[in-house]
Each structure stands twice: as C-alpha cells, then as structure tokens.
C-alpha cells in the first residue's frame, strides 16, 4: 500500500503532535478531544493521511486550551508544511477569536514582529497582521523595525496606521 502522509517532520509528525497534545490536555486538565486526521483511501492500494493539524484548527476554534498551544507553536515554526500557507493562515484565523493569555499573546507578538525585523513576510503574514492587530499592540513593538524589502515596509506602515487610528479615535494604546 503506497501512503501519501502529509502531516510534517520531525516534532510535526502525527504522532508527536498528538503526543504533545495528550500531554498539554492532562496538563490543562482538560478532556482530549480526538485529533485523529482524516484518511482516504481507494481500490488500487492508495491512502491519503491529511494534516492533523486540521483537527488542532477545528479544537482552536473550540476553546481547546492544548489545541491553542499547538497553534501557536505552529504559527512559530519556520519549517515548510504540505499546505503549510494554508493552515498556518487557518491557525492564525482561528487564534484571532481564541482566548489567549497575556503570555500567550506576547508569544504571538514577539514571533510576528520578529518576522517582520527579519523581513520574513510568508503568504500567512497577512493573517498574522490580522492576528496581531487583533490581540493588541503597542509602539514599541514597532519602534525599531527598518524593512529592508518593499513586503515588510508594507506591513509595518499597516501597523503605525493600527496605532494612529487608535489615537485618533480616542482609544488607549493596546
């Protein structure tokens, strides 16, 4: 039988995603959800076993504490992913109406404006933006970054137009 895996490698293999998951629920107290992902198979000896990180997305937007762990070590990874654009845009949505800690949204923050000092803007960026823009920001994320490609200065004049927008509005700086 010819099996066509697309989860990733390494820490990112269904197994360990599912292992690290089993831990963060019994850690959070939580009752595991099943993240087993979907597989397809066919006549000819084909089997397809799609991302688990589907079922981590569909547990974000549940609330699932451990699954939003997963998330945002997701959205930290660098390394590339069968439909690793789409999912990594997904986890972002998905996180954008999670309830996150202070740690947590801090996590976020640093790892996208780290990206963006380094001038690293993907396809998921904009969700990344998006994300941001939503859990709040302040000006000294932003302060110190110089974009050296046209992407990057893109994003950062988005980010200074968040802030002066929220001044002009009257609200606090987040």
């Known amino acids: 039988m010819t099996v066509f895996d697309y989860n ?3 820490i990112w293999t269904r197994e360990k995603v599912l292992a690290r998951y089993s831990a963060y629920a019994t850690k959070a107290q939580i009752t595991p959800r099943d993240l087993s992902p979907d597989e397809t198979s066919n006549d000819s000896g084909r089997r397809w ?9 569909e547990g974000i937007a549940a609330g699932d504490q451990a699954c939003i762990r997963i998330g945002i070590e997701f959205i930290e990874e660098d390394a590339r992913f069968p439909f690793g654009k789409i999912l990594k845009s997904n986890a972002a949505r998905a996180l954008r109406r999670a309830n996150l800690t202070d740690g947590q949204k801090g996590q ?4 996208v404006f780290t990206m963006l000092r380094a001038g ?6 904009r969700e990344y933006a998006k994300l941001v823009r939503a859990i709040g920001f302040d000006h000294e994320a932003i302060c110190d970054i110089e974009p050296d ?4 200065a893109r994003f950062l ?9 929220d001044v002009a509005h009257g609200d606090p700086l987040l």
């Open 8 to 10: 990733g490698e390494g």
């Open 49 to 57: 076993v799609y991302p688990v990180m589907d079922k981590v997305i």
């Open 157 to 165: 004049r988005h980010f200074e137009q968040v802030l002066r927008d």
């Open 120 to 125: 690293h803007v993907p396809h998921e960026f």
């Open 108 to 111: 976020i923050r640093q790892r």
């Open 149 to 152: 490609s046209p992407y990057a």
